[in-house]
């Protein structure tokens, strides 16, 4: 099993990012998919997340609400998060990851498979 970000890189505040996950060695509707962060001296914080199924409901930290989207290619094994009006305080490397769990999976430990992270940085 493989997830590879990519999108990363520098932008300015209210700019915007695409992160893709690829994932490969699953198949991609079984699992749900979170996208984390981590900032320098803080705990890995979850940013949003795509249900399992057909249905693929999404989930939003409150600190990202209305900025960010997640969405699911099934047929491209790719997840995707837009991040729109980008602040500061984005500023993270952001990890995709896939757990076998029904619904929104919240805790790092819910899951099972992660990538390696692509740095976001923006600047004020």
């Known amino acids: 099993v493989q997830l590879v970000e990519s999108g990363g890189g520098l932008v300015q505040t209210g700019g915007s990012l695409r992160l893709s996950c690829s994932v490969s060695?699953?198949?991609?509707?079984?699992?749900?998919i979170g996208w984390f962060r981590r900032s320098p001296g803080k705990e890995r914080e979850r940013v949003s997340c795509i249900s399992n199924g057909d249905l693929s409901t999404t989930n939003y930290a409150d600190s990202v609400k209305g900025r960010f989207t997640i969405s699911r290619d099934n047929a491209k094994n790719t997840v995707y998060l837009q991040m729109n009006s980008l602040k500061p305080e984005d500023t993270a490397v952001y990890y995709c990851?896939?757990?076998?769990?029904?619904?929104?999976?919240?805790?790092?430990?819910?899951?099972?498979?992660w990538g390696q992270g692509t740095q976001v940085t923006v600047s004020s």
């Open positions: 060695g699953l198949a991609l509707n079984e699992y749900a």
């Open positions: 990851s896939a757990s076998r769990k029904l619904g929104f999976p919240i805790t790092v430990s819910e899951y099972d498979y």
